[in-house]
């Protein structure tokens, strides 16, 4: 297996348009995290799915911010309107277990928005 | 609910000496911990674990050991080299997701 894949790697935006994050998880794995992670704020669980379903998303920060997992394959986040003090490095990591296994994160899409 | 503390923030060795990372945590309930080691530019990725019925495992030159009692454990590199560089996290696991400490940016003096 590849890995978990994510893209794009890099995205620069201006503040109030849409962004649009992919990632692929490895396949067989039920839980798939979405992580933000700064320097100011270390890495936070944004949401996580179980199955394809959405199990815990209180670290999504705003309403400007919402996932999608629509199949076992892949997976949305996307933030709109983009404001600058998003800008971070987004992680997309699977799973067999939801907390006592490892994760396999993506390379990360990072994320500036100007 | 849990929280993780890890220390120091900033850890500078010389290279071939031993490195100590320690985490604490507060919930009794927690079973689970994963140290994660980051690169520059680079995706964490988990190097060793350990479960709270062991109170030590080792792998090659690294090794964590776990006191349930306190409530810490800690990570254990020897014999460091200059590709030990980077950040590493340590995490708990609490009811369903991990809590993860703030990272020790790991520098190794050549």
């Known amino acids: 297996d590849a890995g978990v894949i994510q893209s794009p790697r890099h995205e620069v935006t201006e503040m109030g348009q849409e962004v649009t994050l992919r990632c692929k998880p490895i396949s067989g794995h039920d839980y798939l995290f979405w992580y933000r992670q700064t320097m100011m704020r270390g890495l936070e669980l944004l949401i996580y799915?179980?199955?394809?379903?959405?199990?815990?998303d209180s670290g999504m920060p705003e309403d400007r911010f919402s996932a999608k997992m629509p199949n076992a394959s892949f997976s949305t986040l996307k933030i709109q309107p983009s404001e600058p003090r998003d800008s971070a490095v987004y992680f997309c990591?699977?799973?067999?277990?939801?907390?006592?296994?490892?994760?396999?994160f993506g390379e990360g899409s990072r994320l500036t928005v100007l | 609910g849990e929280n993780v503390e890890q220390h120091p923030s900033t850890l500078s060795v010389q290279e071939g000496d031993s490195a100590v990372i320690k985490c604490t945590y507060s919930?009794?309930?927690?079973?689970?911990f994963p140290w994660y080691k980051q690169e520059l530019g680079k995706r964490p990725q988990l190097i060793i674990d350990?479960?709270?019925n062991v109170g030590e495992k080792k792998d090659q030159r690294i090794a964590v050991t776990l006191n349930k009692t306190a409530k810490h454990f800690s990570l254990h590199i020897t014999e460091t080299q200059p590709e030990d560089s980077a950040v590493y996290f340590c995490?708990?696991?609490?009811?369903?997701?991990?809590?993860w400490g703030a990272g020790t940016k790991l520098i190794i003096k050549p």
């Open positions: 350990i479960r709270s």
């Open positions: 799915f179980n199955n394809n379903v959405p199990i815990d």
């Open positions: 995490a708990a696991s609490s009811n369903y997701q991990l809590i």
């Open positions: 919930d009794s309930a927690s079973n689970y």
């Open positions: 990591a699977s799973s067999l277990t939801a907390k006592a296994g490892e994760l396999f």
